[in-house]
Every structure is written in C-alpha cells, then in structure tokens.
C-alpha cells in the first residue's frame, strides 16, 4: 500500500508517516519502483502508535517501548509493565474526563433552569 493511501486510511498526511520512520517508530519501509509500499506488519505497528499517541503516550515513550519490543521476548516484564501504567494513566484521565462533564452536564441544567425561570411571565 503506498504512503498516500496509507495516509487517508489513517487520516494522517504522508510527512507524518516519513516522520514517524525517520524517527524510528516504524521500521524502515519497503520501497517498491523508490516509492514506500507499507505491508500489513507496517499498517499494524502504525495503529498501535496511534492507539497509544490516543491515549497520551508521548513520541519518546512509543521509542522506548517499541526498543523494548526490538529486543525480543527477554523484555515482555517491561513492556507489560509500560502498558499497564499507560493503561493506569488513560482510566486517570478518562475518570478525571468523566468528572468534568458530569460538571459540565449539571451546569447546563442550572442554566437552562435560569432561561425558563426567565421566560416564565412574573407572577403575580
């Protein structure tokens, strides 16, 4: 699959696929004719960095943990040990998210009971 299509499959633009390469996310893509022809291995590694980039994973810690990766099967403890605490770090996040709109949800409600309260004709 060339890098253009690649690019709308994953809504990204093709410099963000050549950066994350030159950056060592992604393994150094086949070239086919000198254009990129990323295989599904490519396709399935791009999906776990925007998966982990989703949950706030930053560039230097999708590095460090696709390092791990490379080294095989002697570093599993570390990299399970990597996910769990991204995985601890995003339910932080998604329950500090849910709060927030709760909040939000509730003062929507105070306001729209404001404007009724305002439309309402004065009693007498």
Known sequence: ???????????????TLRYY??????D????VNGHR???????????FILCVKQCGMTLAQMK??????R?????IPERLTV??????VSQAR?????????????KIADVQALQRDAASPASL
Request: proline share 5%.
């Open 21 to 26: 390469e030159d950056q060592g996310l992604l």
């Open 37 to 47: 022809d990323y295989q599904p291995a490519d396709l399935e590694r791009l999906d």
């Open 64 to 69: 460090s943990f696709l390092d791990l990766y």
């Open 1 to 15: 699959m060339q890098i253009k299509a690649v690019a709308q499959q994953f809504h990204l633009t093709p410099s």
């Open 28 to 31: 150094p893509i086949t070239r």
């Open 83 to 88: 996910l769990q605490h991204q995985l601890a």
């Open 94 to 106: 998604q329950a500090a998210l849910a709060r927030s709109i709760d909040h939000l949800q509730a």
């Open 71 to 75: 080294q095989g099967n002697t570093t």
